[in-house]
């Protein structure tokens, strides 16, 4: 697919990973997206940068998680774009969820942003790329979609189902529209990590060192353009899932 003209939305668009992917877009030429929950001055600030950048670009506040929400943003994107077609599911929620807890407040909130949220997300704007005569999906997975992580229960098994998800939406919409999923590795340090711990990730990947966003968005970009890829994931992560993890 040709980037540039497109209209895309990337959930989770406004800041780190996401906004990599949103600024990788709109050099490309599409005009975008970027849909947020409370970062409000991190997308405002990431579509003023879209916009001197020549293209179209819309910050759209909206919990993913609620059904009511999802369909209000995307007849919101079908009044603007007229659809779109280019959707990159980013949005996801990093919070710990031991198992087994007598609190599953936790769970719930994870579960709904990282798998109800491309679903409502995909079910309300998939009929305008029908439409529109063609598209693109990429969805965020990680390595936990493969192995599991002591005391991320919910986020390990989101990445799982999003990741099957990606695979059914490819046999449900082909041949007009194109799923796929990219699963990167340390990429962008969270904020809680030292330069002890940065250290450790990096000697546990092959390449001996993090990654970057632009290397996600990147990857991004190619599932997009590349016209004979689909139900597929594409790993970024430097070999971490081969490395050392002693």
Known sequence: MEIRGKVALVTGGAHRVGKAITMMLAHAGAHVVVNYYSASSAADETVAEARALGVKALAIQCD??????????????????GGVDIIVNSASLFERTPFPTDDI?????VTAISIDGPFYVCNALAPSMLARGGGAIVNIVDLSAWEPWPNFAAHGVSKAALLAFTKQMALELAPTIRANAVAPGPVLPPPNYNEKAAAKTAAGTLLKRWGTP???????????????????VITVDGGERYGDRS
């Open 64 to 81: 993913v998680a609620d059904w009511t929400q999802v369909r209000s943003m995307a007849d919101t994107i079908i009044e603007e774009f």
């Open 105 to 109: 407040t936790a769970w719930q909130r």
């Open 214 to 232: 632009g290397d996600v968005a990147f990857a991004v970009r190619y599932l997009i353009e590349a016209e004979y890829v689909t139900a597929d």
